[in-house]
Structures are given as C-alpha cells and as structure tokens.
Nanobody, 122 residues
Framework: QVQLVESGGGLVQAGGSLRLSCVAS????????VAWFRQPPGKEREFVAA????????SWIESVKDRFDISRDNDKNTVYAQMTSLKPEDTAVYYC???????????????WGQGTQVTVSS
C-alpha cells in the first residue's frame, strides 16, 4: 500500500531552521506531484509548497516564499522542505501529500502522511 512518512519536525527558536523529509513507498514516485500542507493550532489546513514529479514546477505561498524551499530526490523517493528564518506563526503540523496533479488544493492529493509537528518559539 502507499505510505508517506514525514520526519524532521521539532522545536526550534525563531530565526532557526529545520528540514522536513517525506519518504514515499508503494507508488511510482516520479509520476506524482508532492505538496506540503500545514495546520496551525485551531486553524484550517493550508497549502505551503508543491513540486511536480520531475521538479520542473515549484510553488510556495507568499508568506514562506523567501524562507522555504522544496526539493525532491526521486532516486530516494523523498521530498524535502528546507525551512529557514522560522517564525512563531510557522508553528503547525506539517503534512506531505502526493497526487497525480500538481496543484495547491488538498483535494488534488490522494495520499497523505501522518504529519510532523513544527513548533517555533519566540
């Protein structure tokens, strides 16, 4: 069966960095777009960044555009989110999701990981 497993979350001070990883199994990974979504405490899930299967297309929400990067290694079935200059408002559970269509809406993504907590202290 398809599995997505996130790792790399944790507690970090404002201004710090984290790198999230999402390892996929059970699907032709390079055919799938992968996105990161996040859900802050008490708020709705929101799109953060996405990358197409061959890495030709990448996108971010405006609030992270100059601070986060998304990349992938198809040989390792892994997508990364490199997060720098973290702010307390980045605190959330971060989910990776895989789908056949590159998009920024959660409905386009068929498979989801269990999430990893990122907490940024001020």
């Amino acid at each position: 069966q398809v599995q997505l497993v996130e790792s790399g979350g944790g507690l970090v001070q404002a201004g710090g960095s984290l790198r999230l990883s999402c390892v996929a199994s059970g699907l032709p990974f390079s055919s799938y777009a992968v996105a990161w979504f996040r859900q802050p405490p008490g708020k709705e899930r929101e799109f953060v960044a996405a990358i197409s299967g061959g890495s030709a297309y990448r996108s971010w929400i405006e609030s992270v555009k100059d601070r986060f990067d998304i990349s992938r290694d198809n040989d390792k079935n892994t997508v990364y989110a490199q997060m720098t200059s973290l702010k307390p408002e980045d605190t959330a559970v971060y989910y990776c999701a895989a789908g056949l269509q590159y998009d920024n809406v959660p409905e386009r993504y068929e498979y989801w990981g269990q999430g990893t907590q990122v907490t940024v202290s001020s």
